[in-house]
């Protein structure tokens, strides 16, 4: 399962903070307090995308984008669950508005 994410380094705290339009298409909205050097800003990316979606962190990593804000992260694991798993998570987000 690969997700679209934009991040936000040097932020206040690690969260997934919504969904926005980016280029025509839906993308998760992260933050991390971690800086942009060294990779440290996308392997707090998989911690907390991991964290979130409640499964291993080895089971996560940035696929695509490693230098730009905008990630391509795949998620290993059962397709079918995972796109239940992520749905429920979008619907809890939109709730919070």
Do not use: F, Y
Not at 11 to 16: C, G, K, P, Q, V
Not at 62 to 79: E, F
Request: positive net charge.
């Amino acid at each position: 399962m690969i997700l679209a994410v934009r991040l936000t380094p040097k932020s206040s705290r690690d969260e997934i903070a919504g969904i926005e339009e980016h280029g025509g298409a839906c993308v998760l909205k992260a933050r991390v307090r971690a800086i942009p050097e060294a990779g440290r800003a996308n392997a707090a990316l998989e911690t907390l995308i991991a964290r979130w979606l409640g499964v291993p962190p080895s089971t996560v990593i940035v696929a695509h984008g490693g230098k730009s804000r905008l990630k391509q992260v795949a998620v290993a694991g059962d397709a079918e669950a995972l796109s239940r798993l992520i749905a429920e998570r979008v619907i809890e987000l939109a709730g919070k508005r």
